[in-house]
């Protein structure tokens, strides 16, 4: 399926002159201009046309760490700082490479007990440190994520997937695009008795490949009996891109 953004038909008259004042009477999709614009003489068209590209990523994005509390700060963070160093090396040996791993958040905050009609009081520190980590394989997603909670960590925010090399989708949209601009430059240049000619102008405008977001809960390491590995599902990206072209009609 293809979305399709609205069209507006621009109408300049045949051979008046460039330096002219523009005069719009504006219709609901018609617009009559009486110079047409990069100094074309004559009727033109403006077209805005979304094109998109569907694919299966090939890469996978986890958000997961360690969580540990202790009577004072310091004691918090160093029982975290044993536990993420146990977890990221779980991570390398499940062959995620020391480049796809990169800290995303470390906080030591404390912990309050609050009463009714009683200041609040300070039971402890929680200490928090999360890492992003690249799957490039999204077969072992669910591995990756299984040996990480058996290492230690407690967290798992949730899995993103995307491409290693979006450009291949995003140039799929491309072309997309400007055929379905070409496309209705067609119909409306036969509704309107005349021929496509020449592209005047390419514009481009949000092109993405959003990333898929999993939300996902990590299994506690303190499960009594092994269990499998989490289903990971991947799923398909879309991938957009806008253009607006303007062709000359004759």
Known sequence: MRAIAAAALAIAAAGAPIAASAQETQTRDVQIVRHGPLGVEGTVLSISAEGKSTGRPDMATVNLGVQTEGATAQAALQANSQRMNALVAALRRAGVAERDIQTANI????????????????????????????VRNLDRVGQTLDAAVNAGGNTINGVSFSYQNPDAQLDAARTDAIEEARRRAALYARAAG???????????????????????????????????PPPVAPGEIDTVVNVSVIFELR
């Open 194 to 228: 005349l021929t496509v000619g020449r592209i005047i102008s390419i514009s481009e405008s949000g092109g993405f490949s959003p990333p898929i977001p999993m939300p996902m809960m990590a299994r506690m390491s303190a499960d009594v009996s092994p269990a499998p």
């Open 107 to 134: 906080s030591v905050n404390p912990q309050y007990v609050y009463q009714e009609n009683q200041p609040p009081r300070l039971n402890g520190y929680q200490a928090s440190n999360t890492v992003t980590a690249k």
